[in-house]
């Protein structure tokens, strides 16, 4: 079996470090590929096994405009963005750029000299790891790792953190090899000295041989549409450019299609990822097929809440409505405290929101000396996720310059996630799940819709909701 000691000798030839310290890290690697290429004689025949086979230009290239690179690199000009979604649409947040404006690379390297360590920039391993960790304190609020980003010398504190749970290994060229099993427990271990062990935890998937693309992207889709990152691990195969053997922080996609004129439909995926390097403070993307190489990993995180309840919008029922039991938008606010089932219980504050019909929930912004409907939810503890599902009543409803969002209120309402209204689903019999982190310690948020110079004397702009989840731990 010679391919292995190839592959050894490859890795060790790029960096400073000894073979066996490689090798230590082989028993990682898959035991059904590595017989697969234990056939191969020449480092020539590995590269080519290795190297990424693609159909147009370097994979590993930052593209700045992808509808222009569609069109630069395939026969046709119709192609049309079917999705595009962000964790800011989840969590109102991305990732900030690490070693960048932010985040400043002098941070890190002061880091270095505190930690005496060899690396003369501290590698893109810990700085994704920098990333993910500042991302979860400043986004999701948890400010054990962090308290106060704009802080320098809070800032070093992180860095040293990292630094010193990392293992990396030196290359010829000034950079770092870290392997994403070394990655994981390194997150790992910083979760445990923050206190989060319990409720955070990395977790990589690896592949040497290529052909795990469409596996690899449906993670990160599911992880985007969650509100969280994905951490991109690419090897020196992967090409020339700037994704090319590098840790990067995914935190969005974009899905394209085409159909061409005998009806076939080409589809075509990009990642959105932040390169943690002075000066890329812009949107980045990545040709989601460097997926599908050789040598790469995605590590996901995974939080885990214990506890759930949900309310349906039934449980409104009794309270929702007049002194008649009818339906009714009342112009001013009222309170109710709501009981689901189970008898857990939320204080509501609500204005222009009622339940109607004996089945919905609804909000109705839209009418002459309203403007505004909201529904005000104080939990009895904190939370940190909430799921529900919304959309509009029917095609016909005046949202015209009507506008929605999910606040939290931290001394003073601050908009969480806002809404294309325009995208909601248009029908009250079929509504869309939507998720929001909200900082940790919150306890009150509120779907809030309102619109300019409401006209008329029917109800109009109506959002509907229904079961509604909050996950927490005490």
Request: proline content about 3%; overall charge negative; aromatic content about 14%.
């Amino acid at each position: 079996m010679l391919s292995p000691i190839l592959l050894l000798n490859f890795l060790s030839g790029l960096t400073n470090s000894q073979p066996y310290l490689i090798q230590e890290n082989f028993d990682k690697f898959n035991e059904n590929e590595m017989e697969l290429i234990s056939h191969l004689s020449t480092e020539e025949e590995l590269l080519s096994l290795l190297s990424y086979d693609n159909e147009v230009q370097d994979l590993s290239i930052c593209i700045i405009d992808t509808q222009q690179y569609l069109h630069s690199n395939y026969n046709s000009f119709n192609w049309t963005l079917e999705n595009r979604s962000l964790t800011s649409d989840v969590t109102g947040g991305i990732p900030k750029n690490i070693n960048g404006y932010t985040f400043p690379k002098d941070d890190i390297l002061e880091a270095l000299n505190i930690t005496n360590s060899d690396s003369s920039y501290g590698g893109c391993g810990p700085s994704a790891i920098i990333g993910i960790a500042e991302y979860i304190s400043s986004v999701l609020g948890y400010k054990e790792i962090i308290n106060n980003p704009s802080n320098r010398d809070e800032r070093i504190s992180l860095a040293v953190d990292v630094l010193s749970v990392s293992d990396t290994f030196e290359f010829f060229n000034d950079s770092t090899l870290m392997f994403p099993w070394s990655f994981e427990d390194a997150f790992n271990e910083l979760m445990d000295l923050y206190g989060l062990s319990t409720l955070i935890d990395a977790n990589y998937v690896f592949t040497l041989l290529p052909g795990q693309g469409a596996e690899y992207f449906e993670i990160v889709k599911n992880s985007i549409n969650n509100g969280i990152p994905v951490t991109l691990m690419t090897s020196p195969f992967a090409g020339d450019g700037f994704f090319s053997n590098h840790y990067t922080n995914i935190y969005g996609y974009e899905s394209w299609y085409d159909v061409s004129n005998n009806g076939d439909i080409l589809r075509k995926n990009f990642v959105i990822a932040r390169l943690n390097w002075r000066g890329y403070e812009y949107t980045c993307y990545c040709d989601a097929d460097i997926l599908n190489g050789g040598m790469i990993s995605l590590i996901s995180y995974d939080f885990n809440y214990r506890y759930h309840y949900a309310f349906n919008a039934r449980d409104f029922a009794e309270e929702f409505v007049n002194d008649n039991g009818q339906g009714q938008y009342f112009f001013y606010e009222r309170y109710s405290r709501v009981y689901n089932i189970r008898n857990n219980f939320i204080d509501t504050y609500r204005k222009r929101c009622s339940f109607i019909e004996n089945k919905y929930l609804v909000l109705s912004p839209q009418r002459a000396n309203a403007g505004e409907a909201y529904l005000d939810i104080d939990v009895p503890h904190n939370i940190n996720i909430i799921t529900f599902d919304m959309g509009l009543w029917g095609p016909n409803e005046n949202i015209v310059n009507q506008t929605l969002s999910i606040d939290y209120f931290d001394g003073t309402w601050i908009n969480r996630v806002i809404y294309n209204i325009n995208d909601l689903n248009k029908n009250k019999d079929c509504l869309n799940e939507y998720r929001v982190w909200v900082p940790k310690n919150t306890r009150r948020i509120r779907l809030y819709t309102s619109t300019l110079n409401p006209v008329g004397d029917r109800n109009k702009g109506r959002v509907v909701i229904d079961s509604i989840n909050f996950y927490y731990n005490y």
